[in-house]
């Protein structure tokens, strides 16, 4: 079955870092792109950062990017966010999702097969 795992979510302070990570089981890593979506209670999931097969491609949402760093180590079937810069507004439960499809919107997590469970991220002022 399966699995993607996420963790490194916590409470840190404005302006400081965290880095989370996704641990995928079940299937082949490295023909999944993978992304980063973050939601909070009664909105929308919102895109944050995908990462290609590979990882030589990445893409991030206008509201992170210059701040968050998307990046997937396939030796290791784990995909991360770095997170610096961090502001109260990014505070959400970030998920990681994992997609087997070509030509996709990458915004649309309708295009996502498979997702974690979600790690909180809480960032105070």
């Known amino acids: 079955q399966v699995q993607l795992i996420e963790s490194g979510g916590g409470l840190v302070q404005a302006g400081g870092s965290l880095r989370l990570s996704c641990a995928a089981s079940g299937l082949t890593f490295s023909s999944y792109a993978m992304g980063w979506f973050r939601q909070v209670p009664g909105k929308e999931r919102e895109f944050a950062a995908h990462i290609s097969r590979g990882g030589s491609v990445t893409y991030y949402a206008d509201s992170v990017k210059g701040r968050f760093t998307i990046s997937r180590d396939n030796a290791k079937n784990t995909v991360y966010l770095q997170m610096n810069s961090l502001k109260p507004e990014d505070t959400a439960v970030y998920y990681c999702?994992?997609?087997?499809?070509?030509?996709?919107?990458?915004?649309?997590?309708?295009?996502?097969?498979?997702w974690g469970q979600g790690t909180q991220v809480t960032v105070s002022s």
């Open positions: 999702a994992a997609t087997g499809r070509y030509f996709s919107d990458k915004y649309n997590a309708d295009n996502y097969d498979y």
